[in-house]
């Protein structure tokens, strides 16, 4: 199992076995082990099913460790929200051109806050193309590039681009972005930081969630941005 694998930090300088180390290593190749068997079984299940396309498939594979949102579930009790299926269905035709455009973006290495930042910053023109290059990123990929923080300020701009441009079609896409940014590194600090007119497209935005998507999910949410009900 640890053919090839470097024992750099194993041992220690005096020849003792660092055991903290050598956990992580084992957690990591177990984990890792694990995701290969999942998305295995995904793979010969989507060639048992026909799927139509090659896209199809890599979806079901990316998808594969991935548990639907049931509605008993505590927001609270859940690692990753599911991201949505097909979250383009529904789109208005006359925004058809800069969806295009956004997912053309989206679909680039987008990996660190860097390359995050140069999308958002310089090639969205407006926050139409903001709105749509946030909504097609993985959430996991959100919360990779966000893990260690979310830069001050920069809450306040998705919640307003989220508001402004909401659709009832990406509302569990909104409502698994919302969730994610709990997730990262110094939420708390940007959730104080939020201005006033910030906090009303927040609480907007909370409400047609409540509306569109799932109440009760939606209320532990609330709690956690501290909205009142």
């Not at 082990?33 to 026909?50: G, L, Q, S, T």
């Not at 035709?93 to 290495?109: F, L, R």
């Not at 919360?143 to 306040?156: D, N, P, R, T, W």
């Not at 909401?166 to 590194?185: D, H, M, R, W």
Request: charged residues 25%.
């Amino acid at each position: 199992m640890w053919k090839g694998k470097s024992t750099h930090g194993i041992m220690k300088q005096d020849g003792e076995i660092n055991f903290s180390k050598l956990e992580q290593q084992i957690d990591s190749a177990v984990e890792a082990d694990k995701m290969y068997w999942i998305r295995n079984e995904a793979k010969i299940r989507a060639v048992n099913n026909k799927v139509a396309s090659y896209e199809e498939f890599e979806d079901i594979v990316k998808a594969s460790h991935l548990k639907p949102l049931e509605k008993g579930d505590r927001i609270s009790d859940i690692k990753v929200f599911k991201q949505p299926w097909n979250i383009n269905s529904g789109s208005e035709s006359g925004s058809q051109t800069t969806s295009s455009k956004s997912t053309e973006i989206a679909n680039n290495s987008v990996d660190n806050v860097i390359q995050f930042n140069r999308v958002w910053k310089r090639q969205c023109k407006n926050s139409l193309e903001q709105f749509n290059f946030l909504t097609e990123l993985d959430c996991s990929k959100i919360h990779h590039i966000f893990q260690a923080e979310i830069a001050m300020g920069l809450l306040g701009e998705f919640v307003s681009v989220l508001h402004d441009h909401y659709q009832v079609e990406k509302s569990e896409t909104v409502a698994n972005i919302l969730y994610t940014f709990t997730k990262c590194g110094r939420f708390d600090l940007s959730l104080m930081f939020l201005s006033q007119e910030e906090k009303k497209c927040l609480s907007k935005v909370m409400n047609s969630l409540s509306n569109d998507w799932n109440s009760k999910n939606v209320s532990q949410l609330k709690e956690v941005y501290k909205i009142d009900p």
